[in-house]
């Protein structure tokens, strides 16, 4: 990939996370033209660049119940990196159960690619895909974003 390709991409996973103190995670949302196995391919890689990331699988992990295939992949991917996922309040806030960490996801089609981001308060994670005839396959490098 050209490098001036490159940059509305990287400004564009960039502004996607701007936020002010007040602003909070963002909701999630995915597009409905990412569906089957491309959903499920960026959901898995996702998943699985978030659990390297994340070290401990022992925090549950809050998702905001969304039935796109997405979403549907994106839960499914991170039970089998061992993570609990926790979908409603009730769950939650259930006496003795650890606090859950609140994952967002974004999924937006740009350029011709597809932006995908995983975002929780301690840290963000973005890569472009490119689709094609229903498959998705990593068009940049993966962007870490670290929070204190």
């Known amino acids: 990939m050209q490098l001036y390709r490159l940059i509305p991409i990287v400004l ?3 502004l996607a996370g701007c936020q ?4 909070g995670l963002s ?4 597009p409905a033209d990412v569906t089957g196995p491309a959903a499920g391919a960026i959901a898995g890689d996702m998943a699985g660049r978030f659990a390297e990331q994340a070290g401990s699988r022992t925090t549950p992990i809050k998702l905001h119940k969304d039935t796109s295939e997405f979403a549907v992949a994106l ?10 996922i926790v979908t409603d309040d009730k769950s939650a806030n259930e006496k003795g159960a650890a606090k859950p960490v609140e994952l967002t996801y974004s999924i937006v089609a740009a350029d011709g690619q597809v932006l995908a981001r995983l975002s929780t ?3 963000e994670l973005g890569r472009a895909y490119s689709v094609s005839n229903g498959v998705a396959t990593p068009a ?7 929070r204190n």
Do not use: I, Q, R, V
């Open 27 to 30: 909701t999630s949302a995915a």
């Open 75 to 84: 839960e499914a991917a991170l039970k089998g990196w061992g993570f609990a």
């Open 121 to 123: 308060d301690a840290m």
């Open 12 to 14: 564009a996973l960039n």
């Open 140 to 146: 940049s490098p993966l962007s870490l974003m670290k």
């Open 20 to 23: 002010t103190a007040t602003d």
